[in-house]
């Protein structure tokens, strides 16, 4: 694999995080490790990263405040937390802090890096210049990733703007979750989380919830769609 990807691993388990750091070097990737908080926050502020993979309990700073530092100082760099911890509300908090994806521990290895290199492969990805797709009073521009309605500009994470763009371009169409996990996720297979559920709760929130019209819905048992007229 030829590329110049840097990734940043911050998990304080050595053996773990040498198992990881080896995976990603025979791969390709240039992995920085921090066992610890504190030396997570120096690498980041001294290197770009393509990538960042974030335990949660970490010593002298922890995840959730790291995730919070690190989208505050780079709105595009994904970032994974890698957790033992598994409950709705961790996932909620690190989702609102920023956090691209939760894998929670023990995880398989292979759909760690299945996603990954779709985090990485997306960021290569150029959409159409000067692409803007329009549903209402919904505007996505999808050359400088910025989402409006009614003229007010919403702030939306990397992944909620790819959820909101596979809806958008597909109005009217039902989207089935696993439709939503390989094209949003590019996962071939349910992970058994409600990560989607939470994403389209957060999408509500930003998207429909200020206004009058809504514009996602669902048909339960068969997905999720973008709709312009309001359901009679």
Not at 17 to 37: F, H, I, K, M, W
Not at 90 to 114: M, Q, S, W
Not at 204 to 216: G, H, Q, S, T
Request: net charge negative; charged share 30%.
């Amino acid at each position: 694999m030829e590329n110049t990807y840097r990734i940043l691993l911050a998990e304080d388990e050595p053996k773990l995080s040498q198992v990881v750091q080896d995976e990603l070097n025979r791969q390709g990737y240039q992995t920085d490790v921090a066992y610890d908080g504190a030396i997570a926050e120096k690498l980041f502020k001294q290197h770009s990263y393509s990538l960042v993979l974030l335990d949660i309990n970490l010593p002298y700073k922890n995840g959730l405040a790291l995730c919070k530092e690190f989208r505050e100082h780079n709105q595009n760099v994904p970032i994974i937390m890698l957790t033992a911890l598994g409950e709705i509300q961790d996932k909620i908090d690190a989702f609102n802090l920023g956090a691209d994806d939760y894998i929670v521990k023990p995880f398989h290895f292979d759909e760690l890096f299945a996603r990954i290199k779709v985090f990485l492969k997306r960021a290569e990805s150029a959409n159409e210049p000067g692409e803007k797709i329009v549903v209402a009073d919904m505007e996505i521009d999808m050359e400088n990733k910025m989402v409006t309605r009614s003229g007010k500009s919403i702030s939306l994470t990397a992944k909620e703007f790819a959820l909101l763009v596979l809806l958008a371009r597909n109005k009217g169409k039902v989207i089935s979750k696993q439709d939503i996990l390989e094209k949003v996720w590019d996962l071939s297979f349910d992970t058994g989380t409600n990560t989607i559920e939470v994403y389209i709760s957060f999408l509500r929130n930003k998207i429909d919830k200020p206004f009058e019209d809504k514009l996602i819905h669902t048909k339960p048992g068969f997905g999720y769609y973008v709709r312009e007229t309001p359901l009679s």
